[in-house]
């Protein structure tokens, strides 16, 4: 293989909607790393904040590549919030790859084949190149039309007229009629700044050009000033893929034009193997452009969710891999104590083998106080757009400390349905979050009834 693919390179980054955390923007610390009383959706658990602080320095810095870190602490403490608020700090540049242990077993895909995909999910590479491009700001567009060459009533784009204006003059560009779908998919709209890929068509846009600055303040536009230089020029363009992105991109098989391809594709799309052989490949091309200075590593995090469900298999699989040079940091979160590693007949502290145990970081997170709980239920509240009266908090406070943070915050809807049905509210009262305390259980209420009456229940 003499290059690998880049330019049909489509961003396989999970998208998850992580409902729960919406609230977490950050980890909210000061500059010199110490953890704010209550910030970027962050209250309390200071310390295991800013030992995550520091985690986010050495990954930026690059010094924690192939290194690993655990969240160890009771459940609803936070462990999930803080590998994502390290996710929201790292910022959108670096790969964040979140998976549950739990994911790896498949009846269809090896458990190391799952954790091997995630672990190219979670190692980025930028990609410098010096590209010939059309630059600057849109001050025409126009699709010219001509009739359906099949005949019947539609119009077809024959081709389309565009001008783009730079510092030094401007161009009138006739572009074939293909580009229009990148117009169009790019939103591209007169007065925007983007840019033309000459060799493949490809469209960017930039931003809107700061002549329009306030014309229409609808959205958080970023605005940015007229390109430099000619408007046909050399541009460098950098370009964020993971290693998982050019698998993908090198393992499908060529796409033609003709419909019976596009087809073809799209059903061998979920059965693309990827080999071995193609990611040593990958990984070949890969160091030669980092050795030539094009391409620059960036390890990102894989984050795994629940160690504890993996098992031996998985372990061992992991231990090799952290020591790879292409190696992503990992964080893993675990809620468990001592308990039997899978796949096998010995216990051990969250049930991971000591051998990986002791080259792991751990980081302790630990129950939180009444009070700690009546902000951060405050904030879900706020997030979810529920008004909540004080004395409603006071009380979800206090069952949180007796029960969990998690089973709080899962109470505030149901409190503002009995609010709105049985009271006619917009706002939780007290009453309705007692009302909602009595029709539902947490698991420790739960745990006492079954054992209080066993023998009514079904026991196999
Ligand atoms: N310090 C905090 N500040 C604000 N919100 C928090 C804080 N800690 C936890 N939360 C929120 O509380 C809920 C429960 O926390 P989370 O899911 O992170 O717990 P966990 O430790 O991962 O639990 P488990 O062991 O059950 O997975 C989430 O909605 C989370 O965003
Ligand atoms: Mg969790």
Redesign the pocket.
């Known amino acids: 293989m003499s290059g690998i693919k880049i330019e049909e390179v489509v961003s396989t980054t999970k998208r998850e909607r992580v409902a729960?955390?919406s609230?977490?923007k950050g980890l909210g610390l000061e500059s010199d790393g110490r953890a704010k009383d209550n910030s970027s959706?962050?209250?309390?658990?200071k310390s295991a904040r800013e030992a995550a602080g520091i985690v986010v320095e050495l990954i930026r810095t690059k010094k924690m590549a192939g290194r690993a870190l655990l969240?160890a602490?009771?459940?609803?403490?936070?462990?999930?919030?803080?590998a994502l608020g390290i996710a929201k700090e790292l910022g959108p540049k670096v790969p964040f790859c979140p998976m549950v242990g739990s994911e790896v077993f498949s009846a269809e895909v090896k458990k190391t084949e799952v954790l091997m995909e995630n672990f190219r999910r979670a190692i980025g590479l930028r990609i410098k190149e010096n590209k010939e491009v059309y630059e600057g700001e849109v001050t025409e567009l126009r699709a010219e039309e001509t009739d359906n060459p099949l005949g019947g009533y539609g119009k077809s784009i024959s081709h389309v007229v565009i001008t783009l204006k730079s510092v030094k003059g401007s161009k009138q560009l006739k572009l074939d009629a293909a580009i229009y779908d990148s117009l169009e998919k790019e939103k591209v709209s007169v007065g925007d700044v983007i840019y033309i890929e000459a060799s493949s068509g490809a469209v960017k846009r930039v931003g809107r050009s700061d002549a329009f600055v306030g014309d229409h303040d609808l959205e958080a536009d970023e605005y940015v000033p007229l390109p430099k230089g000619d408007v046909h020029k050399k541009k460098e363009i950098v370009q964020d893929v993971t290693l998982h992105d050019l698998d993908i991109a090198n393992a499908k098989p060529q796409q033609g034009q003709d419909a019976m391809s596009l087809v073809n594709s799209l059903m061998k799309q979920k059965k693309t193997e990827i080999t071995e052989k193609l990611r040593q490949e990958i990984n070949k091309v890969v160091n030669k452009y980092i050795d030539q200075g094009v391409a620059e590593l960036v390890p990102g995090v894989l984050f795994i969710?629940?160690v504890h469900m993996l098992d031996i298999e998985c372990f061992t699989f992991l231990n090799k891999a952290l020591e790879s040079t292409l190696a992503p940091v990992v964080i893993f979160?675990?809620?468990r104590g001592t308990c039997r590693i899978r796949g096998t007949d010995i216990r051990a502290p969250h049930g991971v083998p000591t051998d990986l145990l002791d080259r792991l970081l751990i980081v302790r997170?630990s129950p939180?106080s009444t009070d700690?709980i009546m902000r951060?239920v405050d904030?879900?509240a706020q997030v979810e757009g529920v008004q909540i009266e004080d004395n409603a908090l006071g009380l979800l406070g206090e069952i949180g400390g007796r029960t969990s943070?998690?089973y709080v915050?899962q109470l505030l809807s149901p409190s503002l349905i009995i609010a709105q049905t049985q009271g006619g509210r917009e706002s939780i009262q007290r009453s309705d979050v007692e009302a909602v305390d009595n029709l539902f259980k947490d698991a420790k209420a739960s745990a006492q009834i079954l054992h209080a009456k066993a023998d009514e229940f079904i026991y196999q």
């Not at 959706?41 to 658990?45: A, H, M, S, Y």
Request: charged content about 20%; glycine content about 14%; overall charge neutral.
């Open positions: 729960a955390h609230h977490v959706g962050f209250v309390g658990q969240f602490g009771p459940p609803g403490t936070g462990k999930t919030a803080l969710d629940e979160a675990t809620n997170t939180y700690d951060i904030i879900r943070l998690r915050a």
